[in-house]
T-cell receptor
Framework: QQQVKQSPQSLIVQKGGISIINCAYE??????FPWYQQFPGKGPALLIA?????SEKKEGRFTISFNKSAKQFSLHIMDSQPGDSATYFC????????????????FGQGTILTVHP | DTAVSQTPKYLVTQMGNDKSIKCEQN?????MYWYKQDSKKFLKIMFS???????INETVPNRFSPKSPDKAHLNLHINSLELGDSAVYFC?????????????FGPGTRLTVL
C-alpha cells in the first residue's frame, strides 16, 4: 500500500528551467510534508518542509505548493542548476497524540532529476 | 565532526551469515531510526527508538534486531542473511518524536548478500 505517490519517476530539465515534482497522499492524518534531496552515495537531507495550514512555502529557489483539499503537494525548483541533479523524495508524517509523529516518515518513490548545462 | 555516522560503509557477505551495522550520532538527539532503501531507491522505515525505547517496529522479519546501548547509538543486527536483504541501510536521528523534527540521515551502509 503506497500511501504517498510521487511523479514523475525521472525528470530532465535544462539549466535555468523549472523543475516540478508532484506528490499525492490518501491518509488525512498526515500533518507534515518534508522534501528530501539525495545525492549519489549519500543519505537523504531535508530540503524544505510544509504544514497543511499554509498553501505555499518558499526557500530560495525551492517552493512547496500544498493543496489540502486535493491532498496533493509539489516541489518547484526555479532556475534549475546542474548542481540540483539528485533524487528528490517527498514524504509525509502523521500527527499523533501530543504533537508526536512517532518518527514515522512515509516516503514517495523518488524522482531522479537531471539538469543539463 | 560527522553528525550521523555508520560503519561499515560497504558489507558483502554470504547467505546465511549474521552481520551487524553500527550507527552513532553526535547531535545530542533523543530519537534514532533505521531505514531500508531498496534497489529502486524506495525508502522505508524499519525501526525507531526514543531514549533507548523501541517506538516503531514495522513489518520487519525477526531476523532484524535493533539494539540501542545508549541514546547516541543504534545498531542493527541481522541474522541468517537472505538475498532479499541486499539494500542500502540508513540510520537517522532527530531531536525528538515531534512531528516537525528534522530527521538527519547517515551516509548509508550498502549490504550485498551473495
Amino acid at each position: 500500500q503506497q500511501q504517498v505517490k510521487q511523479s514523475p519517476q525521472s525528470l530532465i530539465v535544462q539549466k535555468g528551467g523549472i523543475s516540478i515534482i508532484n506528490c499525492a497522499y490518501e491518509n488525512t492524518a498526515f500533518d507534515y510534508f518534508p522534501w528530501y534531496q539525495q545525492f549519489p552515495g549519500k543519505g537523504p537531507a531535508l530540503l524544505i518542509a510544509i504544514r497543511p495550514d499554509v498553501s505555499e512555502k518558499k526557500e530560495g529557489r525551492f517552493t512547496i505548493s500544498f493543496n489540502k483539499s486535493a491532498k496533493q503537494f509539489s516541489l518547484h525548483i526555479m532556475d534549475s542548476q546542474p548542481g540540483d541533479s539528485a533524487t528528490y523524495f517527498c514524504a509525509a508524517s502523521p500527527r499523533g497524540a501530543g504533537g508526536t509523529s512517532y518518527g514515522k516518515l512515509t516516503f514517495g518513490q523518488g524522482t531522479i532529476l537531471t539538469v543539463h548545462p | 565532526d560527522t553528525a550521523v555516522s555508520q560503519t561499515p560503509k560497504y558489507l558483502v557477505t554470504q547467505m546465511g551469515n549474521d552481520k551487524s551495522i553500527k550507527c552513532e550520532q553526535n547531535l545530542g538527539h533523543d530519537t534514532m531510526y533505521w531505514y531500508k532503501q531498496d534497489s529502486k531507491k524506495f525508502l522505508k522505515i524499519m525501526f525507531s527508538y526514543n531514549n533507548k525505547e523501541l517506538i516503531i517496529n514495522e513489518t520487519v522479519p525477526n531476523r532484524f534486531s535493533p539494539k540501542s546501548p545508549d541514546k547516541a547509538h543504534l545498531n542493527l543486527h541481522i541474522n541468517s542473511l537472505e538475498l532479499g536483504d541486499s539494500a542500502v541501510y540508513f540510520c537517522a536521528s532527530s531531536q525528538s518524536l515531534t512531528v516537525t523534527d528534522t530527521q538527519y540521515f547517515g551516509p548509508g551502509t550498502r549490504l550485498t548478500v551473495l
